[in-house]
């Protein structure tokens, strides 16, 4: 793989490249040569019985779930559980377009599906660290996307799901804010059909990409009662000059699609022909169901008709006035509910 | 002026156009020749005491401004007033970049503001329509703008107030939703820096003016009650494709940019050095500050905290799961409502 002024293990931590092979897809291509990019934290019980496995949302990796979900102490607590946290495809550390070779680099990476990120991490974690079951299965935004299609589609490994300020199918609403960013990527001339040499070169696209997060990755509620105070901005021009922009400046366009693409297209009613009651009719993990009350992406209402759909759901939403970008992890008092409510699914 | 197949007397009625001609701008620039085009309905009384004046919104004209609000029997009855509808400069029936010829043409059109329209239109009102004062001036979004302008500029001449959905200050999330709508159609490459031979030509920056304009001029609510089955559509999809892609795909970008520059820019604290209270403190007018409730754009806590700063201001918020765009009328209870505020306020 390529060296990536962004990519790589000096921004995020240590994690190892896994080789998973030739990886067909549902759309019937296959992802030639697949690897993922694993960190890991805490043992594998003698029993085996201990694994969570957490996959990662919109351009973030295992450095942000890390740094917001783990700890010692913690309900995701690395002396307890062997935690698994895979970067999902497309991120920019697994196999993603700057950093594959040959007929499928850049702007040629195939289109992905949330399916087929979770077959690839079936195959991980049945071949690679041979496990049976998977204690919790967890993750926020795009990684409950994947979690959910864990316990749809292999209920008898997934022993608990929890699923963070995500749905299991995308809504209409939400697919037409995917469709905005990226068209504001595509739009870029400079963009050139994916095919653009350096990535800052797409620095309007990016900036538009940045505006955009900004208006539906926040919330009213943040704007209104100046919350980028406490991150240290004395305005909203600020806030996004100088931290959004900033932030997603340094990320690979063709990458942001791919998982744009696939956040669009989430949708685990594709193994029951489109009947969501049917597929999550599926799950029999113990599941819970955290929407963030202020998310403009997930909305609560939604998350809620899902959760009502699943045997053995708790539904709970957690207020923060950051929205989505709770995920974050700034609003520690979200950060602390989250944690309660996942040691109570532990326990 | 020119013909255009969107901007004419069959898709927007009788109105006429009235030299307004040299208008000094704020900017320090003169837009050369202005124009307004203008519509009345009823008589003006003998003792020239029942004149209302209507400025548009953002993209619409004053066929849009005489469904909504004005009829035999409502609060705006031109049995009763002599009813002034004025098209804002740059809406494509008023002086705008496509019907400017010479130096000012098309993408060489001046940058105009709020202050700028109330200047032209308190020409027209004095020189041409000879009046002294104003029985209300009222207004919808930009409208609400270019009403609060003229309260706080003209308080001897506005005997009342309307302000419906806007706010007398563009707040800084509303900047930043204006930036990115901006940017979605100059990111078109056939925008070509606003010489573009042909709207049709920057199709798919009209079709991202229209994702975004979705996105925050309906409401979570409009979408998640499907609410836009009353109007005839089956999905979301179908609300975009064959509603609101086609309502903006007609328009001129370059009016467009000029409408959303202006709408950025509003601020009645220009004449008091940046500060709010100190201009809304001038406004001597009855007032009425009708929020939307579900408003993205202008939401209820920036108007009421306006409201806060005005003597003699009613404040209420009125429901509308259409959003912003209850502005467009479908929500008969919500123009019910406005109605009935409007006529105490006249009474």
């Known amino acids: 793989m390529t060296s990536h002024a962004y990519y790589n293990h ?23 040569h697949c690897q993922l990019a694993v960190a890991t934290f805490g043992q594998l019980s003698a ?13 973030g990796t295992s450095k942000i779930i890390q740094d917001v979900f783990i700890g010692a102490g913690r309900a995701i607590d690395p002396d307890k559980y062997f935690i698994i946290v895979v970067n999902q495809i497309g991120n920019g550390l697994s196999s993603s377009p700057h950093n594959t070779v040959g007929a499928q680099a850049r702007a ?26 998977l204690a919790l299965v967890m993750g926020g935004s795009m990684g409950a996307q994947q979690a959910y299609e864990w316990a749809v589609r292999y209920p008898t490994m997934v022993q608990r799901l929890a699923a963070i300020a995500g749905t299991a199918r995308t809504s209409a ?18 963009f050139g059909a994916g095919d653009y040499v350096d990535c800052a070169a797409v620095s309007a696209g990016l900036q538009q990409h940045a505006r955009l997060m900004t208006l539906h990755g926040l919330s009213p509620e943040f704007f209104e009662d100046q919350h980028y105070e406490s991150l240290g901005f004395d305005s909203v021009a600020a806030f996004v000059d100088s931290f959004m922009t900033p932030y997603f400046a340094v990320m690979d366009p063709n990458a942001l699609i791919i998982m744009l693409q696939k956040w669009r297209g989430a949708d685990v009613s594709h193994v029951s022909g489109g009947d969501l009651k049917a597929a999550l009719g599926k799950i029999t993990a113990r599941t819970v169901v955290l929407p963030i009350t202020q998310d403009l992406y997930f909305p609560p209402s939604v998350c809620k008709a899902e959760a009502q759909l699943i045997a053995h759901a708790r539904y709970k939403s957690i207020d923060s006035p950051f929205g989505h970008l709770g995920l974050f992890g700034a609003d520690a008092n979200w950060v602390r509910q989250v944690d309660v409510e996942l040691g109570d699914l532990l326990r």
């Open 47 to 59: 029993a085996r019985d201990n694994a969570i496995l957490i996959p990662t949302w919109y351009s």
């Open 173 to 190: 609403v939400n697919q037409v804010i995917s469709d905005a960013i990226v068209h504001g990527l595509r739009a870029d001339p400079q």
């Open 108 to 133: 040629h990476f195939p289109k992905i599906a949330i399916a087929d990120d979770v077959s690839a991490q079936h195959r991980l974690v049945t071949e690679h660290f041979g496990l049976s079951q």
């Open 10 to 32: 000096e921004n995020h931590g240590p994690y190892e490249l896994i080789h998973i092979g030739e990886l067909p897809l549902i759309s019937g291509e296959t992802l030639h």
